[in-house]
């Protein structure tokens, strides 16, 4: 996926908001939350996103523990949907 179509979909609402379920060309999907910190525009320019695997979110939502975060190269992205509750 290209970073325009990432960004206006969390940026639709979903940035640091809610879990998102992110499916990839050569890897299982994961469950995370994309996260927004000061290098956040720089990285959407090269298509990086900083995003909290889901096991970490509850302790990263008590914490904002950045460390809990991991980048990703949006062009191993193939779809990003939300999650029914």
Do not use: C
């Not at 990263?60 to 950045?66: A, G, P, V």
């Amino acid at each position: 996926m290209t970073n325009d179509q990432i960004g206006k979909f969390v940026e639709g609402g979903y940035l640091a908001k809610d879990a998102v379920k992110i499916d990839f060309k050569g890897r299982q999907s994961i469950v995370g939350l994309f996260i927004k910190l000061t290098d956040y525009d720089e990285l959407k320019k090269k298509n990086f996103w900083r995003i909290v695997s889901e096991v970490h979110i509850p302790k990263w939502k008590d914490s904002h523990d950045n460390n809990l975060a991991r980048i990703f190269n949006g062009t191993e992205f193939t779809r990003i949907t939300k999650i029914s509750n």
